[in-house]
């Protein structure tokens, strides 16, 4: 098998697996709608400049509902046992990562994209002026963060109580000091 075919593969089965359970999904889509919700509640336009500061609260709630879904990448095949038969099938193991990387960076994608929409609706925030080099910053961003939860996530898949430590390893390597 090649190796293209068994990272496409990986992508198509996980792709379908959570679009399927919706379980990670929902629950980060949720999450970062509330937010941005209770951003819109509690954050006085008058006195806050969102040009500004609506950034890094998007970012936050970003980090925050991406570390929802990106830290079960692994978990589900370890849970089930299958994640055992994935790593004595005749394949590279970087093939099985990055299959599980491309899965994480479409959710998250999709995540930003629909938390850019709501931030736009809901908080007024200007993003036309400079869009083509957000998304560009964006993609980056969203590659980087990615390779570093699934990273992570595969790190901590047999770890007891790996909800709890996921957070703990990821927050302090995505911010710099």
């Known amino acids: 098998m090649s190796y293209a075919r068994a ?3 990986v992508f ?5 697996e959570e679009v399927r359970r ?8 949720f ?13 006085d336009p008058t006195r806050v400049d969102l040009g500004r500061t609506g950034a890094g609260l998007l970012w936050l709630v970003i980090l925050f509902a ?7 990448t692994f978990r589900k095949e370890t849970e089930t046992g299958t994640l055992q038969a994935l790593l004595l099938a005749p394949v590279d193991r970087s093939a099985l990562f990055l299959g599980k990387f491309l899965v994480n960076l479409a959710f998250l994608l999709i995540l930003e994209g629909l938390l850019l929409l709501f931030a736009f609706l809901l908080l007024a ?4 002026e400079h869009l083509a080099q957000l998304a560009g910053v964006w993609t980056l961003v969203s590659v980087g963060y990615a390779a570093v939860g699934t990273l992570l996530s595969a790190l901590i898949a047999q770890v007891r109580g790996g909800q709890v430590l996921y957070p703990i390893l ?3 390597v995505l911010i710099r000091f």
Do not use: H
Not at 12 to 16: A, G, N, S, V, Y
């Open 7 to 9: 990272v496409w593969l």
């Open 22 to 29: 919706k379980e990670n999904l929902a629950a980060s889509f």
């Open 66 to 72: 991406g570390s929802l879904f990106m830290g079960a």
């Open 12 to 16: 198509r089965k996980d792709f379908r």
């Open 170 to 172: 990821l927050f302090p």
């Open 125 to 128: 925030m200007p993003v036309g």
């Open 31 to 43: 999450f970062a709608f509330l937010s941005l919700v209770l951003f819109y509640f509690s954050v």
